[in-house]
């Protein structure tokens, strides 16, 4: 699944097997990754807003979300 900002850049992509989140990334809306990603169901997504400010994040563990 993947979202965009206004602007046209990407927002997150997220990688999903059998209803668990595998992979997920966000990047900044100028275009710049996060270096914060979800791999192998496990670590944190973080959200950033229009002006590139981190709005809120998701924590997971072994592909599902553990916290804010």
Request: aromatic content about 10%; hydrophobic content about 30%; overall charge negative.
């Amino acid at each position: 699944a993947e979202t965009w900002f206004t602007n046209g850049n990407l927002k997150t992509v997220r990688l999903y097997e059998n209803g668990k989140l595998i992979e997920a990334q966000s990047w900044k809306p100028n275009g710049k990754l996060n270096s914060e990603a979800v791999q192998n169901g496990n670590g944190k997504l973080v959200f950033f807003d229009q002006e590139g400010l981190p709005t809120h994040t998701q924590l997971f563990q072994d592909g599902e979300q553990t916290g804010n």
